[in-house]
């Protein structure tokens, strides 16, 4: 084997070392690119939901199961709801990624007065309608006066005052959104018997009578939610000015629910109920990476992209909200879906092309002129260990014409340079000048041999 080795058309080794600075380059040049680029998205992220048992929970559970399949782990970190979410999310000291917001949840009243300091936030689509539910008890209905009260009916907004009414716990997007709605009816928020409990505690202490009102912000998913839609003893208010609130207020939008839409057998609601509601976005942070925001976005279609009470198969997730700008990785999943190669490829094969593509393309063209002097190279490297013999063979010649050295002494000169030849090993490609090299070797002992 080593003999075979020895006796090949090209010499690897030499051929290695002749485009070593060559590829030593590329090398370089492909490392400085991967860690300003970084194409390897982090293995954790943290996703901030909101309180536990809530819609915001259950779907981040979700999430993380959806991403663990692709080696990403998600951290949730439980919050008191969209509003302390979208705090977190700016908050650069906080390390937060990514966060449920729904629409309207910033503490400002007014649009103007929004916050916009902080970390750059980006949207990566809506994901949900989250109606505003507000429950009210018969028997609080029944106390108030007039024939409304008497049907156990509530109609408007006003007819609450002076009920005790719990519209979430501070930092949540619910108790904002409210505030809002209020306002929007001229009603003053110190005129209500205001509690701000947490979802869980808030139901149990509307089920034992100590509450009369319970308004929630929140998909249909949440169990609280369905719970209280199949309690006897427990109406869901209809906002009969429901298109008025979403000509109104940006952020809101007109639904309906269908008549027996939560059970058909029971025929619940009797009624179609007409409802406001928020829009639920998935926000991150604008320097989210890239391919993190892909892989959420991919998961939102997959989750959210069924049919639901109040959306269709294909209506969500969209690239659609007035608050925040699109993030470039969703707007381009919206427009033409996962990227190609994440079709064929596995996930983080796909994204180490995608992201370096442009960097490996730019490195071709430069190492393709450059490669052109690997060849010469290779040659010098070659013939360098043959012609390099010929100056001492010429000083030889030299010595026997000027009759400087005594002809024995260059005999034994030419000798140790022709033992020298022997051990000279070239590629095939290059024999021929090896030979040549050995016979000129042999010519100028011809030469020498009558005077030795």
């Given at each position: 084997m080593p003999r075979l080795l020895r006796h090949t058309l090209l010499?690897?080794?030499d051929l290695l070392i002749s485009a070593g600075p060559l590829i030593a380059l590329a090398l370089l040049l492909l490392w400085g690119a991967y860690v300003w680029l970084q194409p390897t998205p982090p293995r954790r992220v943290v996703l901030a939901t909101g309180p536990e048992q809530g819609a915001y929970a259950e779907f981040g559970?979700?999430?993380?199961?959806?991403?663990?399949?692709?080696?990403?782990?998600?951290?949730?970190?439980?919050?008191?709801?969209?509003?302390?979410?979208?705090?977190?999310?700016?908050?650069?000291t906080q390390d937060v990624d990514l966060a449920f917001v729904q629409g309207g949840a910033s503490d400002a009243l007014y649009a103007v007065d929004e916050r916009t300091d902080g970390a750059r936030l980006v949207s990566l689509g809506s994901l949900f309608y989250e109606p505003v539910w507000l429950f009210y008890r018969e028997d609080a209905a029944r106390k108030m006066s007039g024939s409304k009260a008497r049907d156990l009916v509530l109609t408007e907004l006003t007819q609450f005052v002076g009920l005790r009414v719990n519209i979430g716990a501070a930092g949540s997007g619910a108790a904002n959104l409210v505030a809002k709605v209020l306002h929007a009816n001229r009603i003053d928020i110190e005129q209500l018997k205001l509690s701000r409990l947490e979802p869980t505690p808030a139901v149990v202490a509307f089920l034992a009578g100590e509450l009369d009102t319970l308004i929630f912000v929140s998909a249909p998913e949440s169990p609280l939610v369905q719970l209280l839609l199949m309690t006897p003893?427990?109406?869901?208010?209809?906002?009969?000015?429901?298109?008025?609130?979403?000509?109104?207020?940006?952020?809101?939008?007109?639904?309906?629910?269908?008549?027996?839409?939560?059970?058909?057998?029971?025929?619940?609601p009797p009624n179609d109920v007409r409802l406001i509601a928020a829009t639920a976005t998935l926000v991150a942070?604008?320097?989210?990476?890239?391919?993190?925001?892909?892989?959420?976005v991919q998961a939102a279609h997959r989750i959210h992209g069924g049919t639901g009470w109040f959306a269709r198969a294909g209506q969500f997730p969209v690239g659609k909200d007035a608050e925040l700008p699109l993030s470039q990785?969703?707007?381009?999943?919206?427009?033409?879906g996962p990227p190609i190669l994440q079709r064929y490829l596995p996930f983080w094969v796909a994204n180490l092309i995608d992201r370096m593509w442009v960097?490996?393309?730019?490195?071709?063209?430069?190492?393709?002129?450059?490669?052109?002097?690997?060849?010469?190279?290779?040659?010098f490297r070659i013939r360098s260990r043959i012609f390099r013999w010929y100056a001492q063979l010429r000083e030889i010649e030299h010595a026997l014409t000027d009759r400087s050295s005594a002809p024995a002494e260059l005999m034994r000169d030419l000798?140790?340079?022709?033992?020298?030849?022997?051990?000279?090993?070239?590629?095939?490609?290059?024999?021929?000048?090896l030979y040549a090299l050995r016979s000129h070797i042999e010519m100028v002992r011809a030469r020498l041999r009558p005077h030795a």
């Open positions: 010499s690897a080794r559970k979700r999430y993380a199961e959806e991403l663990r399949r692709f080696g990403v782990q998600v951290e949730q970190r439980t919050t008191q709801g969209a509003a302390d979410n979208l705090r977190l999310l700016r908050d650069t003893g427990v109406r869901l208010f209809d906002f009969a000015q429901a298109e008025a609130y979403a000509r109104r207020l940006g952020f809101l939008s007109s639904l309906t629910l269908p008549r027996g839409v939560v059970d058909l057998a029971k025929n619940v942070r604008e320097a989210t990476h890239p391919a993190i925001e892909q892989l959420f990785e969703a707007e381009r999943f919206y427009r033409s960097v490996l393309v730019s490195i071709v063209a430069i190492l393709i002129p450059l490669s052109r002097v690997v060849p010469p190279l290779y040659e000798d140790a340079l022709d033992a020298r030849a022997e051990r000279i090993r070239v590629p095939l490609s290059h024999a021929d000048e």
